[in-house]
Nanobody, 121 residues
Framework: QVQLAESGGGLVQPGGSLRLSCEASGSIFSINVWDWFRQVPGKERELVARLISGGSTNYADFVKGRFTISRDNAKNTVYLQMNSLKPDDTAVYFC???????????????WGQGTQVTVSS
């Protein structure tokens, strides 16, 4: 059984910073893709940042230059460093991972429970 656990959300003033973490635990052979999504009430969940196993990254235009996705393979953890936060960044942030649980298995998709980020003065 694989679980993702996020942490690091909270309340921050505009212009401030937060770092989100997401740790995968359980039976894990490899993590192929890490994603951070966000969602506000009444809207669809949107991709914020992606980190692929080879190390390449992709960012949504609305966070480019402000957010950075990184990982610690030894800890099966992905991070989202968020700088220059704006009120429009307020959302529930979810991590997602595409994981192989054994050498012979296919890839399975797992989601975290979400962590609230509120940017307000």
């Amino acid at each position: 059984q694989v679980q993702l656990a996020e942490s690091g959300g909270g309340l921050v003033q505009p212009g401030g910073s937060l770092r989100l973490s997401c740790e995968a635990s359980g039976s894990i052979f490899s993590i192929n893709v890490w994603d951070w999504f966000r969602q506000v009430p009444g809207k669809e969940r949107e991709l914020v940042a992606r980190l692929i196993s080879g190390g390449s990254t992709n960012y949504a235009d609305f966070v480019k230059g402000r957010f950075t996705i990184s990982r610690d393979n030894a800890k099966n953890t992905v991070y989202l460093q968020m700088n220059s936060l704006k009120p429009d960044d307020t959302a529930v942030y979810f991590c997602k991972a595409d994981i192989r649980i054994t050498y012979h298995s296919g890839t399975f998709r797992y989601w975290g429970q979400g962590t609230q980020v509120t940017v307000s003065s």
